[in-house]
């Protein structure tokens, strides 16, 4: 999209992707180390505990849905575009914020997909990364959500505002 059709705001479709997404996401960093005793189990050849066996399904599917949720989002997001920065962001703040979302959509899609690998095909690097790249995620997805609010509360800009509400839907 050019900067003469980006749209004002983020469209209904796309705020409810992002927040589903985003509960997912911490959900998955909540109940995530649930899955390790199932995997080690049959990394060993045992045959783990039926509780076991069943958090690591809701880890699993939970994941599962987020990458399918991501293609959906980032489908969205090539349809129909993404509002503009706030005209007074520095360009160093605009820089940060694309690495920060070029990161958050690495980790949404990236995630699930070494998880499926290491779960569904015993592919121990990819289990290894998606360890790895907890703590980052964790870093990151913070990070991004301390931005908003210091945008929102700080700053003065309506950047959380955005994906809060669709245009028209904007409290006065």
Known sequence: MTVANEPASYT?????????????????????????????????????????????????YVGLAVLVLAIWRLAVRLRHGVPAAPPEESVLLKRIAAVAHFLLYLFIFGMPITGALAWYFSFRAMGEIHELAKPVIIIVVGLHAAAALWQHFYVKSDVLVRMLRPAGRRAP
């Open 12 to 60: 209904g479709i796309q705020i409810v992707l992002h927040w589903t997404i985003a509960v997912l996401v911490v959900l998955q960093l909540v109940i995530g180390e649930d899955i390790k005793p199932a995997y080690r189990a049959f990394s060993r050849g045992a045959e783990p505990a039926a509780g076991d066996v069943f958090n690591a399904n809701i880890h699993v």
